[in-house]
């Protein structure tokens, strides 16, 4: 049956050995090439005790062109741009885009001879480069989790690389104010530009800088530093020392990273996506006078409080416009001078601390403002530490930070 179908698909179409072998790719073992060649042979001795000619193989294969050919020339392509660009990776993948049209043309033989037991041709090119470049690289194909991708179109030679990004974990401190945290008009430089810039150098790939959160331009980030993920897409070096690139951008003495370490695809989701608890010191103004009676009042009613906060007049052309329910879980403070108390506070992501002093024109509810009776404002905030939970459970560095 087998032979039978070769024949009536050879007496119709001009297939090379490979094209032919992957009619059958899913019966029997070995390379589609020797699968066409055994399949041809014995089609050709059948034919010559029936006094038939041989039906040869063509000098030019009308469905892949004579490809397969090529392979050993493909592979080599592959090597010598990854060799040029010093590329880095342990395992890797061929992939690649074959025109619409020989798509179709092998479709519709498939469909035409009912081929149930064949293989798409771009599964056996990917698979007989891989094979040729795993020699060459001294390296293995990886289908599930490669490092990096070559998709080759055959017939334009054109070969692209696609490499896995690099996440790379990390805590920052901004240890001035008037630093945007992302690029923001108006503004030189931001945190994610002083931190990317020796990653991207390093790694030579897009570096993209994700926060776990955000302070404001005039918000300082101190103590244990905001958690932050610098992700390399497309990177060309995938080793780095770490704490050279930490050393680099502390030398910019507006912000220090520490604590860098690579992670994966699911440390890096679950860490942007936590609500992360934070502490903050804010330095607080009252026009008409503070005293320790008032900063009792604060503490007491602050303390385990839930606050009610419309979002801030502030940023409601960014943010839409509903109440957020947020806690305070702990407040400390002290006076400074007749106008000025310094308050640190201890509460949920997400609560904006300068309108929890001002109130917002009764936006947030209970405030500083409105405990007191007085008009409160925030002169200086700061935030000092933000709370990672890490595998279920909190960093030991934050344990210490939130004993106090
Ligand atoms: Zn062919």
Redesign the pocket.
């Known amino acids: 049956m087998i032979i039978e179908k070769a024949e009536r698909i050879l007496e119709n179409h001009e297939?090379?050995n490979?094209?032919l072998g992957r009619c059958f790719a899913k019966l029997g073992k070995g390379k589609n090439s020797e699968r066409g060649e055994a399949i041809r042979n014995v089609l050709n001795m059948e034919r010559e005790a029936n006094k038939q000619s041989p039906i040869k193989e063509p000098q030019t294969?009308e469905?892949?062109g004579?490809i397969?050919k090529k392979r050993d020339y493909f592979a080599q392509k592959c090597y010598d741009k990854a060799l040029k660009l010093g590329l880095e990776f342990d395992s890797f993948l061929i992939g690649s885009s074959f025109p619409k049209d020989i798509l179709e043309k092998e479709r519709a033989i498939v469909e035409e001879f009912e081929l149930d037991y064949a293989e798409p041709i771009n599964r056996e090119f990917n698979r007989e480069v891989g094979k040729a470049l795993e020699l060459l690289f001294q390296k293995p194909v990886n289908k599930k989790n490669p490092d990096v991708i070559f998709i080759i179109e055959p017939y334009t030679e054109e070969i692209k690389i696609q490499s896995k990004p690099i996440y790379i974990y990390g805590r920052y401190r901004k240890l001035v104010r008037g630093i945007p945290q992302t690029p923001f008009k108006g503004y030189k430089e931001s945190v994610a530009s002083i931190i990317c810039r020796p990653f991207a150098e390093a790694f030579r790939g897009k570096a993209v800088f994700h926060g776990a959160g955000r302070e404001d331009i005039d918000v300082r980030m101190l103590g244990s530093g905001r958690p932050f993920i610098v992700e390399i897409k497309n990177p060309i070096k995938r080793k780095a020392v770490l704490e050279d690139l930490a050393k680099e951008i502390n030398s910019s003495e507006k912000v220090e990273v520490f604590g860098l370490r690579f992670v994966d695809y699911k440390t890096m989701e679950e860490i942007l996506t936590q609500n992360h608890r934070k502490e903050y010191e804010a330095v607080v103004y009252v026009e008409d006078g503070v005293e320790e009676k008032d900063l009792d009042k604060i503490v007491k009613t602050l303390t385990n409080a839930t606050i009610h906060q419309r979002t801030p007049r502030r940023v409601l052309r960014r943010r839409s416009d509903l109440t957020r329910v947020r806690k305070v879980y702990k407040v400390d403070g002290k006076v400074i001078d007749g106008k000025h108390i310094k308050l640190r506070i201890f509460c949920d992501g997400g609560l904006y601390i300068k309108e929890l002093i001002s109130g917002d024109m009764g936006r947030t509810t209970p405030s500083v403002s409105e405990i007191i009776g007085k008009r409160a404002i925030c002169e200086a905030l700061d935030v000092i530490n933000v709370e990672v939970i890490e595998n279920g459970a909190k960093s030991p560095h934050n344990k210490e930070k939130n004993k106090g």
Do not use: G, K, T
Request: proline share 0%.
């Open positions: 297939l090379c490979n094209c294969c469905l892949c004579n397969f």
